[in-house]
C-alpha cells in the first residue's frame, strides 16, 4: 500500500515567492495533519482536518499560511508570501479514526523548504 | 494544555546494549494515545508503537519494548541488543480524544548513537 506521499520533496526560493506544498494521504483515512520541523521549535502542529473540514488551524503561523483539502485524497499548504524563517521541513501526516491502529498518525517523507 | 517531556537530550551506547528513552507526559484529559516515532538520519518519521490510556499492559515487540505507568505519567521505551540502524532520534507524542485535539503533541526527541 502506498503510504503519504509529499511534492515536492525538496524546494528552494526566493523570499516573496509563493510556495504550494502537497500531500496525498493514504486510501480510507479522514484525518490529515499538516506539521512543520524546525531547530528551534521542535515538531509542531500548523492544521488539521478531519472528513475534509478543518478543525484546528491555531498553529497556523499568520495569514501568510493557508491550507486546503478539496477532497479526500489532495491537501496543500500554501505559503504567500515565503520569508527565510519560514525555511523548515514540512511533514503531512494522515490517520483514521476507526480500526485496530486508530488514531495513528502515518507521516509523508516531508518537503525541505529553504527561503532565500 | 498537553506537553511531553524528554529529559535526554543525547544517548551513546555500544551495539548489543540495552538502552531505555524516557518519555513523561502531562495531560488532563482521560482519554489519551502515547507514541513512539523514529526519525532516522534520512529524514521520515517512522511510527514504532501506540499505547492507549486505559491500556497499562506493558509489551514486548521484537527489540523494542515499553513500560506505560500512568501513575507517573511516563511511557518509556526500551531497545533490547542495541544494533548501529537504531541511531536515530526519537520522539515520544501524545494526542487526546477527549478534548479532540487529535494533533500530537511531540517531545523535543532523544538522539540515540549506537556505536559498532
Known amino acids: 500500500d502506498a503510504g503519504v506521499i509529499q511534492s515536492p520533496r525538496h524546494e528552494v526560493t526566493e523570499m516573496g515567492q509563493e510556495v504550494t506544498l502537497r500531500c496525498k494521504p493514504i486510501?480510507?483515512?479522514?484525518?490529515l495533519f499538516w506539521y512543520r520541523q524546525t531547530m528551534m521549535r521542535g515538531l509542531e502542529l500548523l492544521i488539521y482536518f478531519n472528513n475534509n473540514v478543518p478543525i484546528d488551524d491555531s498553529g497556523m503561523p499568520e495569514d501568510r499560511f493557508s491550507a486546503k483539502m478539496p477532497n479526500a485524497s489532495f491537501s496543500t499548504l500554501k505559503i504567500q508570501p515565503s520569508e527565510p524563517r519560514d525555511s523548515a521541513v514540512y511533514f503531512c501526516?494522515?490517520?483514521?479514526?476507526?480500526?485496530?491502529?486508530?488514531?495513528?498518525?502515518?507521516f509523508g517523507p516531508g518537503t525541505r523548504l529553504l527561503v532565500l | 494544555a498537553q506537553k511531553v517531556t524528554q529529559a535526554q537530550t543525547e544517548i551513546s551506547v555500544v551495539e548489543k546494549e540495552d538502552v531505555t528513552l524516557d518519555c513523561v507526559y502531562e495531560?488532563?484529559?482521560?482519554?489519551?494515545?502515547l507514541f513512539w516515532y523514529k526519525q532516522p538520519p534520512s529524514g521520515e518519521l517512522v511510527f514504532l508503537i501506540r499505547r492507549n490510556s486505559f491500556d497499562e499492559q506493558n509489551e514486548i515487540s521484537g527489540r523494542y519494548s515499553w513500560n506505560f505507568q500512568k501513575s507517573t505519567s511516563s511511557f518509556n521505551f526500551t531497545i533490547t541488543a542495541s544494533q548501529v540502524v537504531d541511531s536515530a532520534v526519537y520522539f515520544c507524542?501524545?494526542?487526546?480524544?477527549?478534548?479532540?485535539?487529535?494533533?500530537?503533541?511531540f517531545g523535543s526527541g532523544t538522539r540515540l548513537q549506537v556505536q559498532p
Open positions: 507524542a501524545l494526542s487526546s480524544l477527549d478534548t479532540g485535539r487529535r494533533a500530537l503533541t
Open positions: 501526516a494522515s490517520s483514521s479514526s476507526g480500526g485496530e491502529l486508530e488514531e495513528t498518525q502515518y
Open positions: 486510501s480510507g483515512h479522514n484525518s
Open positions: 495531560t488532563r484529559d482521560t482519554t489519551y494515545y
